[in-house]
């Protein structure tokens, strides 16, 4: 079933051939549109395939199914708006220093976009998810590079979405589909591909950021590798509420047997009465979860390998021992272990590392200068999380400060929340410094789309040639910036 360098190399070929068929608006619009239509009313077959490759469950894969074509829904939305385009029209100014010119820039298409569908989301992050619909939407044919946890519902997805193309007379081409580990490295080098979207492992997704960036011609790619998603917890709050942050962390890290990529891996908590009263409570609802399946053998022997390299170092505790819950399944877990440990490069580095599965490390810290000697040794990360008190939410003691000082870390930052869950909206960012992302872009949210365009602007150009887009009638109503002014 993999593809031979000769299947990549004829798949990308389509897929760029199928490039202008996706140049009018309307009809990627409503090509989005019939795809969600179309993906919903194969719901049951897609979901029972789904499940017997991922053992996910229907109702998880259901929900996240219904995310899928929500965020189809949501980029033809974009798209009919006309907003992403960027208009920005300056007619001659002589007057300004220097002289101005007429200038007309707004935004086109890239190309072909290889996408890298993720293990743990085998709608919304594979081939139908928000790398493919943002591209799509963008104007983009896409190849998807399929995940091997799930090959059968790829090819289904494929399938359906090749079906909606068709209905609007786009070439099935425009979504193109490749198996194998080398057939990936080959789409990356491929010429015709203009960028790339993964979701995956940091030594992965580096191997390929460092392909893309080697080719004669680099071109963007948009990785997102790994994240630890710190949680600090202040002394104020705990003490308020400890019981209920430590019950809120456990259904966090534990959701979707802990196969988030916005799980919190580490938590910052006072040392205390306090911090105990959290510790006993995050015990107690650990301790209540069921085992579960990870998406296949190979994470979870990475996940018991882990779990048992972290437990061996010294002082480190595990007052509920994440390990294996059967043949198949894993059951979860959390380390404790002294900030200070942390707060200098050593052995304890480790704990500064992703663990993939349903296992977090509470760092317990004595003073705030302990706290923030952790936090100034972490990489970026997706998000980063602070629980506040009352008071501290409200602009009293450090709650500005502490903001402040996590925003560096990460591209989404929480108040007395949970990262686990990323809504598809305008504001969203999925994104983060540096391994969390390779670019400062975001894989989920409106803005997602800016990832496959760039800008270009018409100097001097008559009327006649310039693409409606430009025109000063404004044939097609779309929102610009209009000599200074932004008109809608």
């Known amino acids: 079933m993999e593809a031979t360098a000769q299947e990549v190399d004829a798949t990308v070929r389509a897929a760029h051939a199928a490039r202008s068929s996706l140049a009018d608006r309307a009809v990627r619009a409503a090509f989005l549109r019939t795809a969600a239509e179309q993906l919903e009313a194969a719901k049951d077959g897609l979901v029972e395939t789904a499940d017997a490759e991922t053992a996910l469950g229907p109702v998880r894969l259901t929900g996240e199914?219904?995310?899928?074509?929500?965020?189809?829904?949501?980029?033809?939305?974009?798209?009919?708006?006309?907003?992403?385009?960027?208009?920005?029209?300056?007619?001659?100014?002589?007057?300004?220093?220097?002289?101005?010119?007429?200038?007309?820039?707004?935004?086109?298409?890239?190309?072909?976009?290889?996408?890298?569908?993720?293990?743990?989301?085998?709608f919304a992050f594979s081939v139908a998810g928000g790398d493919t619909a943002s591209a799509l939407a963008a104007g983009c044919p896409v190849v998807v590079k399929a995940h091997p946890d799930h090959p059968a519902l790829s090819e289904y997805v494929a399938k359906v979405l090749r079906r909606a193309a068709a209905a609007h007379g786009i070439p099935e081409g425009v979504v193109g589909l490749v198996h194998g580990f080398e057939a990936g490295v080959e789409l990356v080098k491929h010429p015709l591909v203009a960028a790339a979207g993964f979701?995956?492992?940091?030594?992965?997704?580096?191997?390929?950021?460092?392909?893309?960036?080697?080719?004669?011609?680099?071109?963007?790619?948009?990785?997102?590798?790994?994240?630890?998603?710190?949680v600090l917890v202040t002394e104020a709050a705990a003490a308020e509420r400890a019981e209920a942050i430590g019950t809120g962390l456990a259904g966090s890290m534990t959701l979707g047997v802990g196969q988030f990529c916005v799980k919190p891996g580490l938590v910052l908590a006072p040392s205390g009465a306090a911090g105990d009263r959290l510790v006993k409570s995050?015990?107690?609802?650990?301790?209540?979860?069921?085992?579960?399946?990870?998406?296949?053998?190979?994470?979870?022997d990475n996940f018991l390998a882990g779990v048992a390299e972290r437990t061996e170092l010294p002082d480190v505790e595990s007052p509920v021992t994440p390990g294996a819950g059967g043949e198949h399944?894993?059951?979860?877990?959390?380390?404790?272990?002294?900030?200070?440990?942390?707060?200098?490069?050593?052995?304890?580095?480790l704990l500064l590392?992703?663990?993939?599965?349903?296992?977090?490390?509470?760092?317990?810290?004595?003073?705030?200068?302990?706290?923030?000697?952790?936090?100034?040794?972490?990489?970026?990360?997706?998000?980063?999380?602070?629980h506040l008190s009352t008071e501290e939410a409200a602009g009293e003691g450090r709650g500005p400060e502490l903001l402040a000082e996590l925003t560096p870390l990460?591209?989404?930052?929480?108040?007395?929340?949970?990262?686990?869950?990323?809504?598809?909206?305008?504001?969203?960012?999925?994104?983060?410094?540096?391994?969390?992302?390779?670019?400062?872009?975001?894989?989920?949210?409106g803005t997602a789309i800016e990832r496959w365009m760039r800008p270009v602007t018409y100097q001097g150009a008559p009327e006649a040639l310039l693409p409606p887009e430009l025109r000063d009638d404004n044939p097609l109503g779309l929102p610009r910036r209009f000599n200074g002014r932004l008109e809608r």
């Open 65 to 122: 199914l219904a995310r899928t074509c929500y965020q189809l829904r949501a980029f033809a939305d974009i798209v009919d708006e006309g907003a992403f385009l960027d208009v920005i029209i300056n007619h001659p100014d002589d007057t300004a220093t220097p002289p101005i010119p007429d200038l007309r820039r707004y935004k086109v298409p890239l190309g072909v976009v290889a996408v890298y569908s993720a293990s743990n989301f085998p």
């Open 199 to 230: 979701t995956g492992s940091v030594r992965g997704g580096r191997a390929l950021f460092d392909a893309a960036a080697a080719r004669p011609v680099p071109i963007p790619f948009h990785g997102e590798l790994g994240s630890l998603n710190p």
């Open 282 to 300: 995050l015990t107690d609802a650990v301790s209540d979860t069921d085992a579960g399946v990870l998406l296949d053998h190979r994470m979870r």
């Open 329 to 349: 399944t894993v059951s979860a877990g959390f380390l404790t272990v002294g900030a200070d440990k942390l707060a200098e490069e050593g052995a304890y580095d």
């Open 353 to 386: 590392e992703e663990c993939f599965g349903p296992v977090t490390v509470v760092a317990r810290y004595e003073d705030e200068a302990q706290a923030q000697a952790v936090l100034s040794r972490l990489p970026g990360n997706l998000t980063a999380t602070v």
């Open 410 to 445: 990460a591209g989404r930052v929480l108040v007395n929340g949970w990262p686990t869950g990323v809504a598809v909206a305008p504001a969203q960012h999925h994104g983060g410094p540096y391994p969390a992302t390779t670019s400062t872009s975001t894989s989920v949210g």
